[in-house]
């Protein structure tokens, strides 16, 4: 097999044949020595509603976000020759709040955290259903998923039990301020490790009093942003867990100090965390984890 051909195939996150190198000897000299340079503590923050069902609450259907975004500016403004600029921003100043030191994000990730309590607060108060709940609000994310990463590795509840992962990551606007975005939310993942999974979803969407626009273009290997990789429920999906990342996409106020709570849109957010309810309600009730069976990306409702 050609390298050119598996480097092809590998970027594609297409599956990879298996072959076996007879008489091949492999060394590998890691280097596993550092120094740490600076430590800062934060926290994964976890919350657990106990199910109904005598065996099956010892399985979970987990939910999350991200509770940390990228910081706040402590540089002073200077001149500089595209005009005055503060120093140090931790992410995009946006023309005109160049006074604005905060980085909120609002939407990033503020309408996914508030949306996990959200659904926390309807199971905790709400008819119980069959498996537990997982909330986990990821701390790091920005910096690398970190604190989903972490969770996994060091998990509250055993991982295998974890019968699947919802996350929710920028679900408050509309795709690049679209006005016809307005009933879209993207899907990521859904039908790669199951498919069964990804179809409890849609039936979810279906059920609905008014069922938003499921888009799974951000699910296609080709999608040049690899957004698949680039939220929390990737530290899940790496464990084999199925996973849907729910996300209403970038806009202009993506990792600017201008993602601010006044441009979210609470309606279309509010619909949006009642699928992920109804999804994951229905997956806790059921009666047998929903079966992975890792047929990788494909478009629509898999058959
Ligand atoms: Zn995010």
Redesign the pocket.
Known sequence: MPYAELKAKADKQEPLPTFVLKGVRITFNLDAEYEVVRTQYSHNVVGIVEGADPLLKNTYVAFGA?YDHVGFASGPVMDTPSGPRRQGTPGRVTDGAIDDIVWNGAD??GSGSVSVMAVAKAFAQGPRPRRSTVFVWHTG?ERGLWGSRYYADYPSVPIDAVVAQLNM??IGRNRDDKPEEANTVYLVGSDRISTELHNIGEDANAGMPKPLTLDYEMNDPADPEGIYFR?DHYSYAAKGIPVIFYTTGLHPDYHANTDEVDRINFEKMTRITQLVYETGLAVANLDHAPARDNKGPRAGKAK
Request: proline share 0%; glycine share 0%; no cysteine.
């Open positions: 991200h990033d990730d994310e990551d920028m939220s």
